[in-house]
């Protein structure tokens, strides 16, 4: 790692430096490039994965940042890629998940289960960035359409497993437990580098990036009318946690900006 940066931005992506709609991030690029002016990396933390993730690093400029990827279930190194054993680990989760109930399985409905032409279909990305998607190697993500207690049974006897389920912005995540605020400690100790860890910035909208905001320096909520507001978090009443007006990108680069400003 290069000599320790003031800050580090740790960021979501659907919904959050996304657009929800169009996932367009051009909103940001004003913030993004004082980040980069300033030297101050950028951690993309999604429940997309490493092959998803690595066009969008490139394109922002990031490359030379390692990002968190499906979930925090693993990490996608500096211009490289998610660990070798990554497609083990989600062909035993898919076992695991086979193994449930079938009252259960029959409810939760997995990017594995669909075809590529489907998951294009429900996702709104087209056939190429669809592949793309469906490339897991760590996670499961997918939709759920039983009821709250059949929910609570089936994420109950997957925990006695070992597997966790998160829900995001659209999806509920199944994977072995690791968390975006678990990677978001192991990345900043790295950049710290023996000294003083670099002021940690997170932004997200969606209930699997609580853990990371609340970890974070401080916290930004950025609005997503598509989705239910998150409940008040730690460190909101005292101004650590604060929330946008304006939705994704557009309230991201507001929020990214001052607070860079007032570091």
Not at 148 to 177: C, H, I, M, N, P
């Amino acid at each position: 790692m290069p000599d320790a940066p003031k800050a580090i931005v740790f960021s979501d992506l659907d919904g959050t430096l996304l657009d929800h709609e169009t996932y367009s991030w051009d909103a940001a690029k004003p913030a993004l490039a004082l980040m980069k002016e300033r030297g101050i990396p950028l951690v993309l933390a999604s429940s997309k994965t490493a092959a998803e993730i690595a066009g969008l690093r490139a394109e922002m400029s990031f490359a030379d940042c390692p990002a968190i990827v499906e979930n925090g279930a693993g990490i996608l190194e500096p211009g490289g890629e998610a660990a070798a054993h990554g497609a083990s680990v989600h062909a035993k989760l898919i076992a695991l998940l086979d193994e449930m109930p079938l009252r259960l399985r029959e409810n939760f409905s997995g990017f594995s289960d669909w075809s590529l032409k489907k998951l294009a279909t429900r996702t709104g990305l087209s056939l190429e960035a669809a592949a793309k998607a469906a490339n897991r190697c760590f996670s499961e993500p997918g939709l759920w359409s039983g009821t709250d207690e059949e929910r609570f049974e089936f994420e109950l006897l997957l925990a006695r497993k070992g597997v966790t389920a998160r829900q995001g912005g659209r999806y509920l995540t199944l994977s072995f437990g690791a968390t975006k605020a678990d990677r978001m400690r192991e990345i900043a100790a790295r950049y710290a580098e023996g000294g003083e860890t670099p002021y940690m910035i997170a932004l997200g909208d969606a209930p699997n990036d609580i853990e990371m905001l609340e970890t974070a320096d401080r916290g930004v909520i950025v609005a997503n009318p598509h989705a239910a507001p998150l409940p008040e978090l730690d460190g909101e009443s005292i101004g650590r946690i604060t929330r946008t007006e304006k939705p994704g990108p557009h309230g991201w680069n507001e929020s990214v900006l001052r607070i860079i400003e007032e570091l």
